[in-house]
Nanobody
Framework: QVQLRESGGGSVQAGGSLRLSCAVS????????IGWFRQTPGQEREGVAL????????VYADSVKGRFTISRDGDKNTVYLQMTSLKPEDSATYYC???????????????????WGRGTQVTVSS
């Protein structure tokens, strides 16, 4: 069974940076897409970024465009989310997912929990 393991979360002040990692227990090129979404209790899940593993094409939510960068390292079977200029509203649990989300209304809709990791917490203080 393929597993995804997120790491790199933590606490940072507004304006700071973090890099999240998603280690895939297998060849990432088997999956067309790997992405990140975030969620806070009581809030709607928000797709953040997506990378097509072979072409390296990327898609970002408007809320993070210009601040977050998704990338992949095929040799390490790892997908990264570099987050800069962090804001308190970026605080959430971040999950990686090995699915190609539906895209509607300018949003990325991740919907297959069997393909998600367990998440890593990001807290941004003002």
């Amino acid at each position: 069974q393929v597993q995804l393991r997120e790491s790199g979360g933590g606490s940072v002040q507004a304006g700071g940076s973090l890099r999240l990692s998603c280690a895939v227990s297998g060849d990432i090129y088997i999956y067309s897409c790997i992405g990140w979404f975030r969620q806070t209790p009581g809030q709607e899940r928000e797709g953040v970024a997506l990378i097509y593993t072979r072409s390296q094409s990327t898609v970002y939510a408007d809320s993070v465009k210009g601040r977050f960068t998704i990338s992949r390292d095929g040799d390490k079977n790892t997908v990264y989310l570099q987050m800069t200029s962090l804001k308190p509203e970026d605080s959430a649990t971040y999950y990686c997912a090995r699915e190609c989300p539906a895209m509607a209304g300018g949003k990325l809709h991740f919907s297959l929990p069997e393909y998600w990791g367990r998440g890593t917490q990001v807290t941004v203080s003002s």
